[in-house]
């Protein structure tokens, strides 16, 4: 039976690490498969909008028989209840779980697994938590209309500062100025779970299996995040308190203030950190291809590879290393005939990291281009295959396709230029204007080459 369980365990989260679903992501370590990581990205359009939560799973023996315990990790050190049913100590009450009476029919089956966990959970994150609270669900009196508005701004600007901005500095060890909050005991037990017995260095960095996800979507992210702090801006002022909810008791709750203008403040810092951080990789790069290390060789022989298959075939991409550095690739595309890129000239930047593939590349255009899959500061949202992050040529193939798909499937957690998404997915006459941006845009990359 155990080991059915721990088949059943890794194949699940194989599926979900092969398949295309933008807004989750699981890992493990390889001794260890009953406890996983969990990443969850805040749905579209909710108060959770594109942040980062993470949680801790842990399969018992008796798995599917029983459902695994999940706990938050992602509650500011005890301090933040992010959802009527995810508390600040992490307890997550789902039915499905166990640790909520649900209706008939909703309790945990052997037919559920991980995948649904976290949909379920997911599904927590509304534009409305405030009704996720039994008794509130049909809250209709004036003070319930005033506590579902404040209850949604209070998590919006922790999302942000808990979530995002905190996550990333700490990933790239930025100094906030503000003490870093104490972790919870059910933090620490997970953290201490990611140590092997033999680790010597008690200073080491905990295992972090998203930090590169959580950096690329912060890039594809972060105008959205700037439009909204401007947005609420508009509607706190800073200093002004969070609302206390009535379901919310004193050590299970969300206090503090408003404070945009300094979550703006940092949001600038992390992203110029980032840029220097990709920027950085091109010393490094050098410094490994003079040893020629694993990574630098590699490098090369993929470029070699792909440069001479361009010869080869019709495609009129260019690429060449920037100073015969294997790290640093400069794509040139040329516009596809008899589309809105026809005639447009883009410069594509390529930067790798030393510890490629697990760190995947820095991509962006040079070249300006108005369009709804590249952010205003040239980062592109693109999708390599999955099982291929090593390899290159997925890379350049997914950016590229990423820009002349012209009929895509509505996805918004694609939304990397928040204007051009707005135009692109918005009325016919929104799309018309889209349209002739792009090819502005597309008729200015020459002279802008």
Not at 273 to 294: C, I, V
Not at 404 to 427: C, I, M, V
């Amino acid at each position: 039976m155990a080991d059915q369980s721990i088949i059943r365990i890794t194949k699940e989260i194989s599926d979900l690490q092969r398949n295309s679903d933008l807004s989750l992501a699981v890992a493990f370590r390889d001794r260890d498969v009953r406890n996983v990581r969990a990443l969850i990205i805040g749905p579209h359009e909710s108060p959770y909008e594109f942040g980062f939560f993470e949680f801790a799973v842990k399969f018992n023996k008796d798995y599917p028989r029983k459902s695994p315990s999940v706990t938050a990790t992602t509650t500011n050190g005890g301090r933040c209840r992010f959802n009527p049913n995810i508390y600040a100590n992490g307890k997550v009450c789902l039915s499905i779980l166990g640790t909520w009476r649900g209706e008939r029919g909703e309790e945990w089956s052997a037919a559920q697994g991980l995948e649904s966990i976290l949909l379920s959970i997911q599904s927590l994150m509304s534009g409305n938590p405030y009704e996720n609270e039994p008794g509130f669900e049909d809250a209709n009196e004036p003070s319930d209309k005033k506590n579902m508005k404040d209850y949604v701004a209070k998590i919006h600007h922790e999302t942000l500062r808990v979530s995002i901005i905190q996550r990333l500095e700490e990933y790239l060890g930025i100094t906030s100025g503000i003490q870093a909050p104490t972790r919870t005991a059910a933090e620490r037990e997970e953290y201490d779970l990611d140590f092997d017995d033999d680790d010597i260095d008690e200073s080491s960095v905990p295992w972090e299996p998203f930090k590169d996800l959580v950096k690329q979507r912060f890039l594809w992210y972060y105008d959205s995040y700037l439009e909204t702090i401007q947005k609420a801006k508009a509607d706190v002022k800073d200093g002004q308190p969070f609302a206390r909810m009535p379901f919310e008791g004193s050590s299970n709750t969300m206090e503090g203030k408003f404070n945009y203008t300094e979550l703006e403040r940092r949001l600038h810092k992390i992203k110029a950190a980032l840029d220097a951080e990709g920027e950085s990789w091109a010393a490094e790069g050098l410094t490994a291809k003079h040893k020629e290390g694993t990574v630098a060789v590699n490098l090369a022989r993929q470029f070699a590879q792909i440069r001479e298959s361009y010869k080869r075939s019709d495609v009129s991409h260019h690429i060449e290393l920037e100073n015969g550095n294997p790290f640093v690739w400069n794509l040139t595309y040329f516009g596809r005939p008899m589309t809105n890129l026809d005639g447009g000239l883009f410069r594509i930047t390529l930067r790798f990291s030393p510890r490629f593939p697990e760190e995947q590349p820095r991509v962006k255009f040079h070249t300006r281009i108005f369009h709804h899959r590249i952010a205003a500061d040239g980062s592109p949202c693109y999708f390599p295959n999955a099982s291929r992050r090593d390899d290159v040529k997925k890379h350049i193939d997914a950016i590229i396709d990423s820009l002349e798909e012209e009929q895509p499937p509505y996805d918004p957690r694609t939304l990397t230029n928040p204007e051009a998404h707005k135009l692109f997915w918005g009325s016919a006459d929104d799309r018309k204007t889209y349209n002739r941006r792009l090819r502005r845009s597309v008729q200015q990359s020459t002279e802008d080459c």
